[in-house]
Nanobody, 121 residues
Framework: QVQLVESGGGLVQPGGSLRLDCAAS????????MGWYRQAPGKQRELVAD???????DYADFVKGRFTISRDNAKNTVYLQMNSLKPEDTAVYYC???????????????WGQGTQVTVSS
């Protein structure tokens, strides 16, 4: 059984900062790419940023220079530091990781439950 638990969402004013955390737990053999996606009302879910096990990162153009993704492999945790937040960043943010669970032959994608980020004055 593998679980992803997200934390850190909330309400922030434009220009403010938030940090999202996503911790994986359970019978884990290995964790590969970890990432953050978001979905605003009426829109499709979109990639925000992801990071490979060796630390290679990729960002959507709309967050470059404002958001930073990082991970702690010892804690099975991925972070998203969000600075200079804009109202258009308002969305539910989801963590997604590719995990090879113990006893399984292949790695599978796992999603967190989502955390609301609201940017408003």
């Amino acid at each position: 059984q593998v679980q992803l638990v997200e934390s850190g969402g909330g309400l922030v004013q434009p220009g403010g900062s938030l940090r999202l955390d996503c911790a994986a737990s359970g019978s884990i053999f290995s964790i590969y790419t970890m990432g953050w996606y978001r979905q605003a009302p009426g829109k499709q879910r979109e990639l925000v940023a992801d990071i490979t096990r060796d630390g290679t990162t990729d960002y959507a153009d709309f967050v470059k220079g404002r958001f930073t993704i990082s991970r702690d492999n010892a804690k099975n945790t991925v972070y998203l530091q969000m600075n200079s937040l804009k109202p258009e960043d308002t969305a539910v943010y989801y963590c997604k990781t590719n995990i090879h669970a113990s006893g399984k032959l292949l790695s599978l994608p796992y999603w967190g439950q989502g955390t609301q980020v609201t940017v408003s004055s």
